[in-house]
């Protein structure tokens, strides 16, 4: 089967660093994708990792070890419009699967 | 250039009655998926055309929803009659499909029908 597993809430306070982490299983897989998703607003795509490794990417870095099916996404220097859920999404083959999404509060 | 349009953004219907939501998606993109998104949860994939053909409408329930892609460019998704809950966001994406050298697919969400099932 698929299973993707993230964090339901995070809080974190505006300047700091937090580590968002996504675990999966799937039958295939040809990448992993993390994208932004704001109250009412459609997701926006934010990175995307198919070998393992750091990927970065401005404030936001993604990293993906695939023998231990594992992904995080790091955002540096919080700014209160990072509040937002975070959808991890993996494809297993030539469609995502998404996780259920880790919402994303910053505190000033 | 545009992005994934939808409509309506908002719809109210009380159950039994039909809806119908429209996807316009980017130029020139031909792989085109409805999505549903639960409250708290992530989007789960109904349908996926390629132009104009579904080719993996597995999570779609066939007895109350259906969907088109005349000319395999607009689509709609009509779910008759409606339930409770049924109640969700409707997301269309777009994307241009598998390209040769391309390093990933990405896919461009609009931003949702609400359908509230009262």
């Known amino acids: 089967g698929q299973n993707i597993d993230q964090p339901t809430e995070m809080t974190a306070t505006e300047g700091a660093i937090v580590q968002i982490n996504c675990t999966y299983q799937?039958?295939?897989?040809?990448?992993l994708f993390w994208y932004q998703q704001h109250a009412g607003e459609a997701p926006t795509f934010l990175s995307y990792?198919?070998?393992?490794g750091l990927e970065e990417k401005g404030r936001f870095s993604s990293f993906l070890s695939r023998s231990k099916g594992y992904s995080y996404l790091l955002l540096k220097e919080l700014q209160m419009k990072d509040s937002a859920s975070y959808l991890c999404?993996?494809?297993?083959?030539?469609?995502?699967?998404f996780g259920t999404g880790t919402r994303l509060q910053v505190f000033p | 250039e545009a992005g994934v349009v939808q409509s309506p953004r908002y719809k109210i219907i009380e159950k039994k009655q039909p809806v119908a939501f429209w996807c316009n998606p980017i130029?020139?993109?031909?792989?085109l998926y409805w999505y549903l998104q639960n409250l708290g949860q992530g989007p789960e994939l109904l349908i996926r055309?390629?132009?104009?053909?579904?080719?993996?409408d597995s999570q779609l329930p066939k007895d109350r929803f259906s969907a088109e892609r005349l000319k395999g460019v607009d689509s709609t998704l009509k779910i008759q009659p409606a339930e409770l809950g049924d109640s969700a966001v409707y997301l269309c994406a777009s994307s241009l499909g598998a390209v040769r050298g391309a390093p990933y697919n990405e896919q461009f969400f609009g931003p949702g029908t609400r359908l509230t099932v009262l």
């Open positions: 130029s020139g993109h031909n792989t």
């Open positions: 055309y390629e132009n104009e053909e579904a080719v993996d």
């Open positions: 990792n198919v070998l393992d």
């Open positions: 799937t039958s295939g897989f040809n990448g």
């Open positions: 999404a993996v494809s297993p083959t030539d469609k995502l699967i």
